[in-house]
């Protein structure tokens, strides 16, 4: 559905992406995670078309992204900073949206009214940043896309309406086929939604796998040593390795099984796989104990 292929774009010198490549599969909702000034932001507005690539290619259903209005208008896009008329009430935006959407459904904005109990009169710069959220969806949801794009999409709703609105993107997943990035920093509850993640870095994909390739790939082992041995022996890759009295914390580039396997041969008194978060794949993919949370001694 979505082909990004050795994207790159510079400002001022600065390579904000350097030869980015990802697929996202038709019908998939899709992780895309990385730290501040990664360039996810830069990406999703090449995806949308503000942004014109300095090389390389962008499609949508084969189709090229850049000037392609036929293509946009199956397209829809909730930012962070969410675009409105600053003079617009949520109707007026509705009749731009009809506009410019040919499959926006009234039947469908009718129903999602009892969703959002939003007043369509009021001024949208008049509402709190959680109810323009609101009108993001209400909005995008009725114009049917075949692609939707998440920036930070349910960041200022309350969990009651951010379940609500998953639950509606789900929804049109599952029974539209419809295709949904979604770049966001709260990793726990991408984890919920998403079936594919791609890990993006320095303007670079450092990898993109399926949710449940990703957690294989990586494990969490809790392990009590033999008496006598303290120390995690020096041919274990670990990529990262903690201690709380006896029980040592290892987190290994390998499968359970593996891993398993490998710590057999010391005998050990205990060893446990803990599944691993998507936040801390996240965080040893991108280099281990170096990014984790360090402590200051004052």
Not at 67 to 88: M, Q
Not at 128 to 137: D, H, N, R
Not at 216 to 221: C, E, G, R, S
């Amino acid at each position: 559905m979505i082909q990004v292929r050795n994207l790159t774009k510079t400002f001022d010198g600065f390579a904000a992406l350097q030869e980015a490549s990802l697929t996202v599969p038709r019908g998939s909702v899709y992780g895309l995670v990385g730290p501040n000034g990664a360039g996810k932001s830069t990406l999703i507005r090449h995806l949308t078309g503000i942004y014109r690539p300095d090389s390389g290619e962008i499609t949508i259903d084969g189709e090229p992204v850049w000037e392609n209005a036929s293509l946009k208008a199956r397209v829809a896009v909730i930012p962070d900073d969410w675009y409105y008329f600053s003079s617009a009430s949520i109707r007026d935006m509705m009749r731009f949206y009809r506009g410019f959407y040919p499959r926006f459904s009234m039947e469908r904005w009718e129903k999602l009214r009892d969703i959002f109990r939003l007043d369509e009169k009021r001024l949208i710069r008049h509402l709190s940043k959680g109810m323009q959220k609101q009108a993001a969806f209400w909005l995008s949801l009725s114009a049917m896309p075949d692609c939707l794009i998440l920036d930070e999409p349910v960041d200022g709703l309350d969990p009651v309406m951010r379940r609500q609105v998953w639950s509606l993107v789900m929804g049109d997943v599952s029974e539209r086929g419809s295709t949904v990035l979604v770049s966001s920093h709260n990793l726990r509850e991408l984890e919920d939604v998403c079936d594919h993640v791609g890990i993006l870095d320095h303007g670079k994909v450092l990898l993109e796998r399926s949710l449940a390739q990703l957690q294989d790939n990586m494990v969490k082992l809790q392990v009590v040593f033999p008496d006598g041995m303290t120390e995690v022996p020096a041919e274990i890759p670990v990529l990262h390795a903690s201690r709380i009295g006896r029980i040592h914390t290892l987190i290994l580039r390998m499968n359970a099984d593996e891993a398993t396997a490998l710590l057999a041969q010391y005998q050990p008194l205990l060893v446990d796989a803990v599944p691993l978060t998507l936040e801390e794949i996240f965080i040893y993919e991108l280099g281990g104990a170096d990014y984790a949370v360090k402590d200051i001694v004052l």
